[in-house]
């Protein structure tokens, strides 16, 4: 069998956000964290339904994928942030700003861990931002230069990827679509930057490479060619790096197998099989023809299959249909 897997999110709870807006919650105090206990546990009820392999929590306690991790770092002010995670009731209002020598504080995902692991007996993944992907929210009034707040978010990442991998967990992923908004700076001290965060790790690693974000709906999605050419500009950094899976957008990119092929045999490619902003569901049939051709050209044991990006905007029937469909594609290749 074809592994599967998610990218992270999973939708949250119409009685967990507002309407109108993901990333404010409706409720507070012991309630919020009863309500992300019980948020999680649907996450991964859904995911084991539907015959996902390796799973997540949904990242159901998380307002943003990079603002959490923000909120565990010494260094930015927390009254100046644009970020619900970081100062309470700030969303868009000013970036959150550096002021001091960032570190670590406080684990940001370990619990999160520990109670996914209490709730399945599944391979668990978890999910942080990439060091470049956590500045761009930033306004850097300390460090004189970028790699250098980059070097100092690794180590950060660092630190809490050695707990994680302590406490058991089978995959670590880094999410950094910051590499395709801007190669040059991948290439010049973006992927040390990611090799420092995995510096000595055992527990698989994962970059996920994600063009970005759209509003669900019913037509697909369609990438711009200057994104992918983005893409082609930093795939060697890639396969030289330290991380030992790489997560692409396939579907909505429409980029065939053969892509991949001038990666290293020893980088496993996550091969994204649904469209995550598109609201039609897919046929079972044609992902699994693209995972059988995947495995085919890049050989059996170096894919997974997974989403293209996170399903945290789609509604959560959708998210459930496609994550079975991604199993049975799978099953059929």
């Known amino acids: 069998m074809i592994t599967t897997t998610v990218i992270g999110s999973m939708p949250k709870?119409?009685?967990?956000?507002?309407?109108?807006?993901?990333?404010?919650?409706?409720?507070?105090?012991?309630?919020?964290?009863?309500?992300?206990?019980?948020?999680?546990?649907?996450?991964?009820?859904?995911?084991?339904?539907?015959?996902?392999?390796?799973?997540?929590?949904?990242?159901?306690?998380?307002?943003?994928?990079?603002?959490?991790?923000?909120?565990t770092l010494a260094g930015i002010d927390p009254k100046q942030?644009?970020?619900?995670?970081?100062?309470?009731?700030?969303?868009?209002k000013a970036s959150p700003v550096v002021i001091g020598k960032i570190r670590r504080e406080?684990?940001?995902?370990?619990?999160?861990?520990?109670?996914?692991?209490?709730?399945?007996?599944?391979?668990?993944k978890m999910t942080l931002p990439g060091p470049m992907t956590a500045m761009m929210p930033l306004e850097d009034k300390h460090y004189e230069r970028e790699p250098d707040l980059a070097m100092a978010?690794?180590?950060?990442?660092?630190?809490?990827?050695?707990?994680?991998?302590?406490?058991?967990?089978?995959?670590?992923?880094?999410?950094?679509?910051?590499?395709i908004v801007r190669p040059d700076a991948f290439r010049e001290w973006g992927r040390?930057?990611?090799?420092?965060?995995?510096e000595g790790i055992e527990a698989t690693t994962c970059i996920h490479l994600c063009f970005g974000y759209r509003q669900p709906g019913p037509t697909s999605t369609v990438r711009d060619r200057s994104a992918i050419d983005r893409l082609v500009s930093i795939l060697p950094d890639l396969g030289s790096c330290r991380a030992k899976q790489l997560a692409f957008e396939c579907a909505c990119s429409g980029l065939p197998p053969e892509f991949f092929s001038p990666l290293p045999d020893d980088k496993q490619i996550v091969f994204g099989g649904v469209d995550n902003a598109c609201t039609?569901?897919?046929?079972?049939?044609?992902?699994?023809?693209?995972?059988?051709?995947?495995?085919?050209?890049?050989?059996?044991?170096?894919?997974?299959?997974?989403?293209?990006?996170?399903?945290?905007?789609?509604?959560?029937?959708?998210?459930?249909?496609?994550?079975?469909?991604?199993?049975?594609?799978?099953?059929?290749?």
């Open 280 to 333: 039609v569901v897919e046929d079972p049939a044609q992902v699994g023809a693209r995972l059988k051709q995947a495995a085919k050209v890049l050989g059996r044991d170096r894919i997974w299959a997974t989403p293209d990006c996170g399903f945290v905007w789609l509604p959560i029937e959708i998210a459930r249909a496609k994550l079975r469909v991604l199993s049975e594609g799978a099953a059929l290749a």
């Open 106 to 124: 406080h684990p940001h995902a370990l619990e999160d861990l520990r109670f996914l692991k209490a709730n399945t007996d599944r391979r668990v």
């Open 153 to 179: 978010l690794a180590d950060a990442l660092r630190e809490e990827i050695l707990d994680l991998e302590a406490e058991g967990c089978d995959v670590i992923q880094l999410d950094e679509p910051g590499a």
């Open 81 to 92: 942030s644009n970020m619900a995670d970081v100062g309470e009731n700030t969303v868009n």
């Open 13 to 71: 709870p119409k009685w967990l956000v507002q309407d109108d807006n993901i990333r404010l919650w409706r409720v507070s105090g012991e309630v919020l964290r009863e309500g992300m206990d019980d948020a999680a546990r649907i996450s991964i009820q859904d995911q084991e339904a539907a015959g996902i392999d390796v799973i997540t929590d949904g990242e159901q306690r998380r307002m943003h994928y990079i603002s959490r991790f923000i909120s």
């Open 192 to 198: 040390m930057a990611i090799d420092r965060a995995f």
